[in-house]
């Protein structure tokens, strides 16, 4: 079995909370994710109901609100929460963020138009929690998808259960995961080269089926 980086998804507390935004806006990807977001938006409806999942800092709601978007969020770290509502401003009122787990989202079946979920499934929970999460963002979901994964050009591999998926999948058999969790790939942005060897981060826009 290929070795995966281990999920990060307990950090994001305290002082990493609250330099979250101030150290990715250093990255170059971080504003590459952030026009690729922009650009697949656009090709949507105005006027959708979203949800982000893990909300974070809500760093697209200034995009979501320039498209007229309800927005709505869930993320486990109220200290994430909080860096986003000082963040934000006043972008931050009429957000219904909650506190809460991908694997258990606390909001009804087919209660929005349009997921969005980006730096989570591949390396922030394991492979089990990830599919997990894949039914429940199914379950919320009505229409679309903007779901942020990784592939492997050169190589395909299945992480284990309890390993993060990295870049480890083939695109085809991304694909397949998504197809299995009713989302239909239909536009991929490139938003990071490796760093793995072969290993690619995109932004999926997906259709549900
Ligand atoms: C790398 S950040 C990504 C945040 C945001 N989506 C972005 O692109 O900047 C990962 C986030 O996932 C949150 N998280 C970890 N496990 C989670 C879970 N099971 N459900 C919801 N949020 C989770 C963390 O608290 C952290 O805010």
Aim: aromatic share 8%; proline share 4%; hydrophobic share 35%.
């Amino acid at each position: 079995m290929l070795d995966t980086p281990k999920p990060k998804g307990d950090r994001y507390y305290g002082r990493t909370a609250e330099i979250y935004n101030r150290k990715r806006i250093k990255q170059k990807w971080w504003h590459i994710e952030h026009e690729e977001m922009r650009q697949l938006l656009e090709k949507l409806p105005r006027d959708l109901s979203v949800v982000d999942i893990p909300f974070g800092t809500g760093r697209f709601v200034p995009l979501y609100h320039d498209r007229g978007y309800s927005i709505s969020g869930l993320e486990i770290s109220g200290h994430m929460i909080e860096a986003a509502r000082n963040d934000l401003g006043s972008q931050f009122d009429g957000c219904d963020v909650k506190i809460g787990s991908s694997i258990d989202i606390p909001f009804a079946d087919q209660t929005f138009d349009l997921i969005v979920s980006t730096r989570f499934l591949s390396n922030i929970i394991t492979y089990a929690d990830a599919c997990t999460s894949l039914a429940e963002f199914s379950r919320v979901t009505r229409r679309y998808g903007i779901i942020q994964l990784g592939h492997n050009v050169q190589t395909t591999a299945k992480p284990g259960p309890d390993q993060t998926m990295d870049t480890i999948m083939s695109r085809e058999d991304v694909d397949k995961l998504l197809a299995e969790f009713g989302f239909r790939a239909i536009e991929r942005r490139l938003v990071l080269e490796g760093p793995a060897e072969g290993g690619e981060m995109h932004h999926i826009l997906c259709e549900k089926s």
